[in-house]
């Protein structure tokens, strides 16, 4: 069967979504949560790495913290490009305050970065805020 794998951030199932449903909010098979979001999904690093290593569509996480101005600014803006950006990405956040070993874990110098990972590949970083037309163009490039 042709199709993405999708990784649920709920309950961490594996799912294999036919690419032409990708759009159609497409739910997990075991928990029912909704698999392409219209907003950024909170995650923890557990379900970050299973993600990143196992996603097929392009994941774009955004590295914050609560402290952070910049990425509070950009907060609203990445709400944005993850409605824009629907059926062809996920878009996930991870706080590097309550979650410690992902900033570590992935070399995170300076707080906001977005990483766009696919197929268990790192494809693309960028730091520093960006408005959502910026972010869509720069997932969109990854």
């Known amino acids: 069967m042709a199709g993405k794998k999708l990784t649920c951030l709920d309950c961490g199932q594996v799912n294999r979504v036919p690419d032409d449903r990708l759009s159609e909010g ?3 098979g075991t928990c029912g949560a909704a698999l392409m979001s ?5 995650v923890d690093l557990a379900t970050l790495k299973k993600a990143a290593a196992t996603d097929e569509v392009p994941l774009i996480v955004d590295f914050w913290a609560p402290w952070c101005g ?6 609203p803006e990445f709400s944005k490009a993850a409605d824009a950006l629907r059926g062809s990405a ?3 956040k991870i706080n590097t305050e309550d979650h410690p070993g992902a900033g570590q874990g992935y ?3 300076g707080i906001p970065t977005m990483i766009a990972f696919q197929g268990g590949r790192e494809r693309k970083r960028q730091s ?3 408005p ?3 972010i869509v163009s720069w997932a969109k490039s990854a």
Do not use: D
């Open 38 to 42: 219209a907003k950024p999904v909170e």
């Open 26 to 28: 497409p739910k997990c």
């Open 107 to 109: 070399g995170i110098r």
């Open 90 to 92: 996920r878009l996930i």
């Open 70 to 75: 910049p990425c509070r600014m950009m907060a």
């Open 128 to 130: 520093g805020a960006m």
């Open 132 to 134: 959502a037309a910026q």
